[in-house]
Structure formats: structure tokens, C-alpha cells
């Protein structure tokens, strides 16, 4: 299966560090080589850069670490195929307008053959569940409102289609508008919020370590989420399984989950993913 990271900044931050750990699980350090894909938001702007090649050996990838891009808002993903071809069509992140500016999101999971929802304004170019998901997700939106509501209502909408969309599997998800970041997780989805004051970080994917205190300001504030932890000196935070969090600024907005929430270990989201006929 994917894996997905996510950044989501009070201030323009540049993502060399936890991509340069995260492209090593694409190829390296995992077995996810179907291709990987990131996307920067610049003001109205997105800077999409997509490869079918694995990640931790792609020219596109050594670009990206040593091109600093700051943006306030990252999504990237590496891809491990369970429905779809390897090719660019089909990899991640997905970009789509609505409202009159871009959207991106990104998937990991598998939702069943039977998720074959109409689509009025959105098509899928490539023929993966991901990107239908996606397509139907705004195509929904778009329906519901003729014009872009709160980020609260966004939410809300939000939060009741993916309980919809998870009916037919597992639902990883990362979306945002470039303002902010809606996470979903179906299993196994974990998230750090760094602030002041900074301190030290070492990847577990690769052996870098960066003194956060000296390459931010006391106002800087970055909330990071991705499949798995990148660092082992740090708190990560786990999302319940079924859980929804919005990010904006570096900060957690909102957050829904089950009344009565489940963590799934490592192992138990590995035997899900492998019962339904993807791994990660």
C-alpha cells in the first residue's frame, strides 16, 4: 500500500528534511516502487511533480531535495499499486479546480470494485480508485455548494462523505485547497505539530538529524502527518481509525472520531492491509 505525507505551516516551510526520509520508502528502505508524486502550494499557484519511477531513484526526487520549495501547504505520496497501471496517469497527488482554485489529494488504501460512483463536473484520467474517489468527493461539493462555504461547512461536508466513501474499504486520504489540510484515516495515519520551543529530529528512514532551533523562528509552527512516523526521537500522535482532522496554520482546527475510538498497531494495520489484498 501508499504512503502519504502531509505539511501543513503558519509560514512559507520548506520539507527537504521529512521528504529526504520519505522518498527512501520508495524503493530503499520499502517496497513501494509504483511511482511517487508531490505538489506545492505557492500562493493561487501548485507546483505538481509526478514520476512512474520509484521515488528513492528518481531524478524528479533528487530535484525536490535539493530544490528548497516553502510552501504552506505539501502533499506527497509514494505509491505501491492495487488498482491501475504504473504510469503517470495513475500516480499521486491528483489536481483538480473547484470554486475557482486548484485541490489535491492523495490516497492509500483499496476501495472495492463495487465503488463505481456517477460523476457529473470530475473524471477520472487514469483508472485507479484513488482519483475516482477524489473526482467524486468534489463532484459532491461542487453539488452541494454552487459557491466555496466556510472551512467549518467544508468540514463537515467533508467528514460525512468519507464515512460514505469508507463503506467500500480502506480511505488514507489527504486533501487540501491550499488553505488547509483535511487527513483521514481508515487504519493507520500519524501526525506530529512542532513548535517552540524546537529541538532536535533524526529520520528513522535515513541517518540525518537537523536542530530545528536553529533553522526556525519562535513563531514558526509545522504540523506533518504521514502513514508512518518519519523520526525515532520524537512524539508522534496516532488518528483513531474513522478519524477526520482539519490542519490550518500548523494547528489542528477541528477533529471527529468515533465515540469510542480505536488505535490499530502496526501489525494489526499490516493484517488489514494484507486482507484486503494490499500491504504496506
Request: hydrophobic share 35%; aromatic share 6%.
Given at each position: 500500500m501508499c504512503q502519504l505525507l502531509g505539511m501543513n505551516c503558519n509560514l512559507p516551510t520548506d520539507i527537504s528534511f521529512s521528504f529526504s526520509g520519505f522518498s527512501k520508502r520508495g524503493g530503499l528502505t520499502d517496497h513501494h516502487t509504483d511511482g511517487f508524486g508531490i505538489g506545492f502550494f505557492e500562493g493561487r499557484g501548485l507546483r505538481l511533480f509526478l514520476d512512474d519511477k520509484p521515488c528513492a531513484q528518481s531524478p524528479v526526487s533528487d530535484l525536490i531535495r535539493n530544490y528548497h520549495i516553502k510552501s504552506e501547504n505539501v502533499i506527497a505520496h509514494i505509491r505501491k499499486a492495487t488498482q491501475g497501471s504504473t504510469i503517470l496517469e495513475n500516480t499521486h497527488p491528483f489536481q483538480r479546480e473547484l470554486w475557482g482554485g486548484y485541490w489535491m489529494f492523495a490516497h492509500n488504501g483499496n476501495l472495492g470494485a463495487d465503488f463505481q460512483p456517477p460523476s457529473i463536473f470530475y473524471q477520472a484520467v487514469g483508472d485507479t480508485d484513488s482519483e475516482r474517489a477524489f473526482c467524486y468527493l468534489l463532484d459532491r461539493l461542487r453539488q452541494q455548494f454552487p459557491h466555496k462555504p466556510s472551512h467549518d461547512i467544508l468540514f463537515d461536508a467533508i467528514a460525512q462523505l468519507c464515512a460514505e466513501i469508507r463503506q467500500f474499504g480502506m480511505f488514507n486520504m489527504i486533501l487540501s485547497d491550499g488553505e488547509v489540510m483535511f487527513a483521514h484515516a481508515s487504519t493507520l495515519l500519524h501526525y506530529i505539530v512542532r513548535e517552540a520551543p524546537f529541538g532536535w529530529a533524526h529520520l528513522l528512514d535515513e541517518d540525518i538529524s537537523i536542530d530545528f532551533a536553529k533553522v526556525t523562528t519562535p513563531e514558526?509552527?509545522?504540523?506533518?502527518?504521514?502513514?508512518?512516523?518519519?523520526?525515532?526521537?520524537?512524539?508522534?500522535?496516532?488518528?483513531?481509525?474513522?478519524?477526520?482532522?482539519?490542519?490550518?496554520?500548523?494547528?489542528?482546527?477541528?477533529?471527529?472520531?468515533?465515540?469510542?475510538?480505536?488505535?490499530?498497531?502496526?501489525?494489526?494495520?499490516?493484517?488489514?492491509?494484507?486482507?484486503?489484498?494490499v500491504s504496506y
Open positions: 514558526d509552527r509545522v504540523a506533518v502527518i504521514t502513514t508512518l512516523p518519519l523520526t525515532d526521537n520524537e512524539t508522534w500522535q496516532q488518528f483513531a481509525c474513522d478519524e477526520i482532522i482539519m490542519f490550518q496554520h500548523g494547528k489542528i482546527m477541528r477533529r471527529q472520531h468515533p465515540e469510542n475510538p480505536v488505535y490499530l498497531t502496526h501489525e494489526q494495520g499490516l493484517e488489514i492491509a494484507r486482507k484486503a489484498g
